[in-house]
Each structure stands twice: as C-alpha cells, then as structure tokens.
C-alpha cells in the first residue's frame, strides 16, 4: 500500500498485538508500526546507524533495539537512546585468543563514538481496524 501526499492505511490494528511490531510500507518508505501499550505508534522501520530493518529487532515498552548493533529509539518520539554496542558478554570474551579480543575492544571503542540517527515519525490513526498513516508535510 502506497500513497505520495496526504494519508494511508497500512494495516489493520488486529495484525499488531500490544508489544509487537509490523513492517509496512507508505509514500515510498519503510515504516514500523509499534503497538505500545495498546496504542499504534509509527516510525522509520530503518536503523539511523547501518539502516537495519528494525521489525527485525525487538520492542520492550517503547523502545525498540536495532538486531544488528543494539541501538536503541523510541517509536513515540523518535529519539535515539543508545547509539551502536558491541554484543558479546565478559564471559563469551576470555574464551577468546587475545588478538581477538583486542580488536573487540577497538571496534567497542570506535562504535561508542558513532551516534545513531533520530527516526522520523508519522503521525497515525485509528479508524475503526483501520490505521492510517499520515505523511507529514
């Protein structure tokens, strides 16, 4: 479903449970939909760091974690939480040769300096099942 201008319906509000995400598509963009404590949020399906598709990932109240690096966003503002982590525990690390683990500890520090875009919002309604997605001028 697909429109340039205006509003559109992207799903049905019974195709998202509350705490879960659907992908969807509208004026030529990926975006989320996030049922947060029964209410339809919409959002950029795509991470502001690498553009991992973030339905992928994992969504705890209102916010989701990216399934790629672990950046965290709020589906209702946008804003950016956490930037990139590197995922591996202290554990799973001293099982590994030393080399190794220094270039974790790089990457680690690289990937703290590298912030992680907002995502963009839409506005959203409910019509009925219908949610409708507004593209916002």
Same mark, same amino acid.
């Given at each position: 479903?697909? /429109? +340039? /201008? ?5 799903? *049905?509000? #019974? +195709? ?5 995400? *659907? ?17 339809? @949020?919409?959002?950029?399906?795509? !991470? =502001?760091?690498?553009?991992?598709? %973030?339905?992928? =990932?994992?969504?705890? =109240?209102?916010?989701?974690? !990216?399934? %790629? ?11 950016? %939480? ?7 525990? $202290?554990?799973?690390?001293? *099982? ?12 680690? +520090?690289?990937? #703290?300096?590298? $912030? ?5 919002? @839409?506005?959203? #309604? ?12």
């Amino acid at each position: 479903m697909s /429109a +340039e /201008a205006g509003s559109v319906e992207v799903a *049905k509000v #019974s +195709e998202i449970p509350e705490g879960k995400m *659907k992908s969807v598509r509208a004026f030529d963009t990926d975006i989320l939909l996030a049922n947060v404590g029964g209410k339809i @949020y919409a959002a950029s399906n795509r !991470c =502001g760091h690498q553009n991992a598709p %973030l339905h992928k =990932g994992s969504l705890e =109240g209102n916010v989701v974690t !990216c399934p %790629l690096h672990g950046a965290q966003f709020d589906v209702i503002t946008g804003k950016n %939480l956490r930037g990139p982590q590197l995922g591996m525990s $202290q554990e799973m690390m001293q *099982k590994l040769p030393q080399e190794l683990i220094q270039m974790f500890k790089r990457t680690g +520090e690289i990937l #703290s300096e590298i $912030q992680a875009e907002p995502l963009k919002t @839409y506005s959203v #309604s409910v019509q009925g099942n219908s949610i409708i997605v507004e593209k916002k001028p």
